[in-house]
């Protein structure tokens, strides 16, 4: 019995030096260093049979990890942010990854906000479903009553424990005053409530099945390492993160709405942010 016991003690006294040696790493690497690391998260509007991930770009933002001991940022860009995409002309952004994959729209962001970006990951409507409800919903809070039978949406104000399908539905509602720009808020919000409810060590059991998830409904750029030292630095951080939008205003060109972005504009607005 003692002698088990020591064995056991043995392995956990090993297995807790690993994972604080890979710790001490991941942070140094993605922070310790001065430098900031930018991911981009793409949500593509394909629907359940299809998992082509060659739909619009229903969702932008990227997950700015700032320097060590700075603030972590959210940052969205409407997806009718207009933008002049090479060989197709004047477009709303949501279009450059249809036509021009992880390379245009990563251009495109650089010319926009100057943020180039680290890694890619683009995920399915299923599989932003499936995470939500392997992770047992998320709490959101409705300010506002949104109904709308496009989105699905059906919600007075109150506190709410959503499910995969709530949750998308909350997150694609455009029936609002502020329309698209209401939505990238409330996209950031849900974003930002997994990190702060979910990244917990109770997460780690769950992780086969997240990784499931992912290997079937995403597409990324993300190495093993990327997957662990960004994960490692959501376990560990305050979780105070900035949620912001790019400056637009609303215009009608040629009959089609866009959200028009002046870059000097936006990348004065970003620097505060960029640390």
Known sequence: ?????????????????????FLCISLADLNGSGNSKDI????????????SFKGLTDTIIIYHISSWGKKDSLISIPRDTRVQLEEYGWNKINAAYKFGGEEMIK???????????????????????EIIDILGGIE?????????????ADFDPGTY????????????????ARADID????????????????FNFSMIKKAPQIIKVLNNETISDFTIWDFGSTGFVLLFSS???NRITIPTKSAMIDDISYQIADEDEVKEFLSGYLK
């Open 1 to 21: 019995m003692n002698k088990a016991k020591g064995c056991f003690i043995t392995i956990l006294t090993i297995f807790i030096l690993v994972v604080f040696i």
């Open 40 to 51: 981009l998260f793409l949500g593509v509007d394909v629907r359940e049979e299809s998992n």
């Open 107 to 129: 251009q495109e962001i650089y010319e926009l906000t100057g943020i180039e970006i680290d890694r890619v990951m683009v995920i399915n409507f299923n599989g932003f479903k």
């Open 140 to 152: 959101i809070v409705v300010e506002e009553p949104l109904h709308d039978e496009l989105s699905g």
């Open 161 to 176: 424990i959503m499910s995969g399908e709530q949750a998308l539905s909350f997150t694609r509602c455009r029936a609002t």
């Open 183 to 198: 939505r990238v808020d409330r996209q950031k919000y849900l974003l930002n409530e997994i990190m702060r409810q979910k």
């Open 239 to 241: 979780k105070d993160i």
